[in-house]
Nanobody
């Protein structure tokens, strides 16, 4: 699976962005998907995850209520909708795919098999 994240950019605090991540291949619905982010000088951190059918989602406390993860298996795409953005959301955002045989979701980076190249999100105050 190859992943291509896009949609990043510069936005003012309080604004919104949607990050799509397009996947290659015909087995997209066999993968749990996740979003992670890495700010300068910090470790990569979990943001959100979604199960293979989309029935289950999970969010980091720092983004809960502001971010929404979703997927369209017909389009081989997972999305991260980000509302009420804060300067501390500034980071490179990565999408990731992990093989599953159920509706489980993965919360740690080592559970994912494939990663996209990342897209920069910068939130100005």
């Amino acid at each position: 699976v190859q992943l291509q994240a896009s949609g990043g950019g510069l936005v003012q605090a309080g604004g919104s962005l949607t990050l799509p991540c397009a996947a290659s291949g015909r087995t997209f619905s066999s993968y749990a998907m996740g979003w992670f982010r890495q700010a300068p000088g910090k470790e990569r951190e979990f943001v959100a995850a979604i199960s293979r059918s989309g029935v289950r989602t999970y969010y980091a406390d720092s983004v809960k209520g502001r971010f929404t993860i979703s997927r369209d298996n017909a389009k081989n795409t997972v999305y991260l909708r980000m509302n009420s953005l804060k300067p501390e959301d500034t980071a490179v955002y990565y999408c990731a795919a992990g093989r599953v045989h159920s509706e489980r979701i993965y919360l740690t980076s080592h559970e994912y098999d494939y990663w996209g190249q990342g897209t920069q999100v910068t939130v100005s105050s």
